[in-house]
């Protein structure tokens, strides 16, 4: 398996193991009775979407996901607390860093293959 597939599949099943905590996060809340745990399922459907378009394009995908991985961890430095500014920073912005940059260094691999067959 290329390399570039190897980290598109590895970005793939990490948003999927994120997902699917938000989405066990809002059942469970929804199960016991508390129905704000619909706010757990909105970034599921976000993350969804991101999937389908980070491994359709997966430089554009990439790119966005650092956007909105800058975007999520501004909001939780902003609204967090002194002490844990940075623990919130790393655990909801964190990973959609990582994604997006899993998918931007498969995109420049494909790129590199791409041009080397030319």
Do not use: C
């Amino acid at each position: 398996m290329k390399l570039s597939k190897g980290l598109k599949i590895a970005a793939l099943a990490l948003m999927a193991l994120a997902g699917a905590f938000f989405m066990f996060m809002g059942v469970g809340e929804m199960l016991s009775g508390d129905l704000s745990g619909m706010i757990h399922l909105p970034p599921v459907a976000l993350i969804i979407l991101m999937m389908w378009f980070g491994w359709k394009k997966p430089l554009a995908g990439g790119l966005s996901m650092l956007v909105l991985g800058g975007l999520i961890s501004t909001y939780f430095y902003i609204i967090m607390r002194a002490e844990s500014k940075l623990i919130g920073v790393f655990l909801m912005g964190g990973p959609f860093l990582l994604f997006g940059l899993l998918f931007i260094a498969s995109a420049m691999l494909e790129d590199q293959n791409r041009m080397r067959h030319i």
